[in-house]
């Protein structure tokens, strides 16, 4: 038995558990319009440390604890910390956020309101699972999870809890709004009846196989791994320290979805969202020929096509012309189906910042930008173009049951095991 289940029972005390179904609410905590929210974050890798910048900066938060695999990285999260709040109250040190290994020893702590869950992937699921099990309202970075079945399993933690969970798909908020206009675009039929949306991401993922190398001190490789599939440490999943890139985990199928799923995660999610799919899905998925790692294909049950490949970003075809939406850009063929359709549509009063939205929605209530329900079915439609690529044929998905119809081997990854000791 490893150390992951030395704490279970120490840690769900406020919930009862029978056949795996809770059957006792946690107790969440509501913030008065005065009281300030205390953060714990899960993951302070390069992500992570640019989650933690952002919500130093509001007067309203304070983080109180940070959990990493890497020494390291938690040293210096602290280190961040502690200077920063020092220096806000003109006092000469500060040591009031603590370093944590084990994120399960934050779940009963009555100081802490809300979790930042910025690890990779594969480690999404168990901590999202476990803190709306605990009351802890959370805010997880995309894709959601690296597996359907994770996905289906923090919708229905959520659900029982009650708390606000903000998934990090910020294009819905942020990038000067540009894709809220293209989401009001497509829904007000400026565009004619869409036909086509090409969708300009990354590669599927792919099976790893690096090589095995020493493990640095302050590393807790096993630890990292979790419920992925035991292998040797290489610095390409997990460098060394701290570091200012995004590391190539996201690239390998145990660890998470590739490209497709990387930046997917944003841009299918904006393709579901335009075309009014956020609580459902394609329902049949089809591959390229050959090896090809571009060109697969979903159909909605209306007859929307959406193609994985095209400029990044996405392209949206109707029966009046074209729009194409991007981070930096947002333009119309012909011009004046947009420019016509801005000159209408006036100020919009949807948020512009998503880590705001969802301290928000805590405070006031409300559902916050982009909910977990939201998340998992732009993390499925995800999923099902990697399925889509290792099977290498045409699969037929059911977006209510979310199951592969009449076919085992692809349902078979839509929940595939986690490794022993480290599953729910």
């Known amino acids: 038995m490893t150390a992951f289940h030395s704490l279970n029972r120490r840690t769900f005390t406020r919930t009862v558990f029978v056949g795996g179904l809770a059957l006792a609410l946690p107790n969440v905590r509501a913030a008065g319009p005065n009281d300030r929210l205390n953060l714990a974050f899960v993951g302070v890798g390069t992500m992570g440390r640019g989650h933690l910048g952002g919500f130093l900066g509001m007067p309203d938060v304070q983080v109180v604890a940070v959990c990493d695999v890497v020494n390291e990285r938690s040293e210096a999260a602290q280190k961040s910390v502690n200077a920063r709040y020092a220096s806000q109250r003109n006092r ?48 997880c970075e995309k894709p959601l999870t690296r597996t359907i079945g994770e996905g289906k399993r923090i919708i229905d933690a959520v659900k029982k809890s009650g708390i606000v969970f903000q998934t990090g798909s910020q294009q819905r908020t942020e990038f000067g709004g540009k894709f809220r206009i293209a989401m009001e675009f497509i829904r007000a039929g400026a565009l004619g009846d ?167 929605c805590i405070r006031k209530g409300g559902t916050p930008a982009c909910p977990a329900s939201v998340g998992h079915r732009s993390a499925t439609v995800c999923h099902l173009g990697n399925i889509g690529y290792q099977l290498r044929r045409k699969l037929t998905w059911d977006p209510v049951k979310e199951q592969f119809v009449n076919d085992d081997a692809a349902n078979a990854l839509v929940d595939p095991a986690m490794r022993e000791g480290w599953a729910f």
Not at 95 to 124: F, M, N, Q, S
Not at 236 to 252: D, E, M, S
Not at 306 to 335: N, W
């Open 194 to 360: 869409v036909k086509t949306v090409r969708v300009g991401v990354g590669a599927p993922n792919k099976p790893c196989d690096l090589p095995e190398q020493p493990i640095p001190a302050g590393t807790d490789w096993d630890r990292w791994l979790g419920p992925a599939p035991k292998r040797g440490y290489n610095e390409i999943l997990c460098p060394k320290g701290v570091h200012g890139h995004f590391p190539a985990w996201r690239n390998y199928r145990e660890y998470a979805g590739g490209g497709l799923a990387d930046m997917g995660a944003h841009h299918f999610d904006i393709a579901q969202w335009a075309l009014g799919m956020d609580d459902s899905g394609p329902v049949t998925i089809e591959s390229p020929a050959g090896n090809a790692d571009s060109g697969l294909r979903y159909v909605y049950a209306n007859g929307i096509e959406m193609f994985h490949g095209g400029p990044s970003g996405c392209t949206f075809e109707g029966t009046l012309g074209k729009l194409y939406v991007d981070r930096g850009v947002i333009q119309a063929t012909p011009a004046a189906l947009l420019e016509q359709f801005l000159a209408k549509r006036g100020v919009s009063a949807a948020p512009t910042d998503h880590k705001r939205d969802w301290i928000d």
């Open 92 to 139: 000469a040190d500060y040591h009031g956020c603590e370093i944590v290994v084990d994120y399960r020893k934050l779940l009963d702590r009555k100081d802490i309101d809300a979790v930042v869950i910025a690890t990779p992937d594969h480690w999404h699921a168990l901590p999202a699972v476990h803190f709306a099990q605990a009351g802890k309202h959370i805010y």
